[in-house]
């Protein structure tokens, strides 16, 4: 074990990550069903951020939001082949675990301070995104006779309704706040700060019992849209969320 951790080291990676992906490794050869192996693993994992062949992978959004299954994606490449293919996908690309696990067990497997920050991403950017795509329906459908063309009215009226401004001004407040450049395109990494910086804003501009409502509105279109066996959008958002009560 001792030079398989250091063969990773000599990749890049610090001692943690490299045992983190051995625990993996040794686990699932050993007989562990891979799923929990995984959580064990997440849990020794450390960095934050790392560059893995040629892509960046930034685990931790806005430096407090933990997206855990971009980390699972990352550390499956360590295991490819290994794993049932189906299961895999369905955890990667749906959310779908293999083995339900009680949120208390979650947290146990991964450590407290991850769960922690997974709250934060869940709450943060799935359920934020959840939000804007709850508004929009409503716009859409208050503008049903006008099918054509809308998309760009019904974007900015559900940013409107929820942020109170439109979101090039919003997106435009957040680059400046983060020293980020401006331009046309968002990147996806973009994408899931400006959203978990969003929820903030909200957070900071609403009263208490309008957030409690936002919050309650958008947990209960994803559970329809799982319900649902998630449709194409719900599938994007839902990605970045385990099935896990939460509590």
Same mark, same amino acid.
Request: hydrophobic share 40%; proline share 3%.
């Given at each position: 074990m001792l030079?398989?951790?250091?063969?990773?080291?000599?990749?890049?990676?610090?001692?943690?990550?490299?045992?983190?992906?051995?625990?993996?490794?040794?686990?699932v050869?050993?007989?562990r069903?891979?799923?929990?192996?995984?959580?064990?693993?997440?849990?020794l994992?450390?960095?934050?951020? %790392?560059?893995y062949?040629?892509?960046?992978?930034c685990?931790?959004?806005g430096?407090?939001?933990?997206?855990?299954?971009?980390?699972?994606?990352?550390?499956?490449? %360590?295991i490819?082949?290994?794993?049932?293919e189906?299961e895999?996908?369905?955890?990667?690309?749906?959310?779908?675990?293999?083995?339900?696990?009680?949120?208390?067990e979650? $947290?146990?497997?991964?450590g407290?301070?991850?769960?922690?920050?997974?709250?934060?991403?869940?709450?943060?950017?799935v359920?934020?995104?959840?939000l804007?795509?709850?508004?929009?329906?409503e716009?859409?459908?208050?503008?049903?006779?006008?099918a054509?063309?809308?998309? %760009?009215?019904?974007?900015q009226?559900?940013y409107?309704?929820?942020?109170?401004a439109?979101?090039?001004?919003?997106?435009?407040?957040?680059?400046?706040? $983060?020293?980020?450049?401006?331009?046309?395109?968002?990147t996806?990494?973009?994408?899931?700060e400006?959203?978990?910086?969003?929820?903030?804003?909200?957070? %900071?501009?609403?009263?208490?019992? $309008?957030?409690?409502?936002?919050?309650?509105?958008?947990?209960?279109?994803?559970?329809r849209?799982?319900?649902?066996?998630m449709?194409?959008?719900?599938?994007?958002?839902?990605?970045?969320m385990?099935?896990?009560?939460?509590?």
């Open positions: 030079e398989s951790a250091m063969m990773y080291q000599k990749l890049g990676l610090c001692r943690a990550d490299a045992e983190a992906i051995q625990h993996l490794r040794q686990a050869s050993s007989g069903h891979w799923y929990f192996a995984l959580l064990e693993a997440i849990g994992w450390t960095s934050g951020e %790392e560059i062949g040629d892509q960046y992978y685990y931790l959004v430096g407090e939001a933990f997206d855990w299954l971009l980390l699972a994606e990352r550390l499956c490449l %360590e490819d082949g290994l794993l049932p189906e895999k996908v369905n955890l990667l690309f749906f959310a779908s675990p293999p083995v339900e696990v009680s949120a208390s979650f $947290r146990a497997l991964i407290e301070a991850k769960y922690r920050a997974y709250l934060n991403y869940l709450y943060g950017v359920v934020e995104e959840a804007i795509a709850v508004v929009e329906e716009v859409q459908k208050e503008r049903s006779r006008f054509n063309g809308q998309s %760009e009215y019904v974007q009226e559900a409107r309704r929820v942020y109170g439109d979101m090039g001004s919003l997106l435009e407040r957040f680059r400046s706040e $983060r020293g980020h450049p401006s331009g046309d395109l968002i996806l990494l973009e994408q899931k400006f959203t978990y910086w969003l929820f903030k804003y909200r957070l %900071e501009n609403s009263d208490k019992e $309008r957030v409690a409502s936002d919050t309650k509105r958008a947990l209960d279109w994803l559970q849209q799982w319900r649902a066996r449709k194409p959008r719900a599938a994007t958002l839902s990605r970045n385990a099935r896990l009560p939460v509590g």
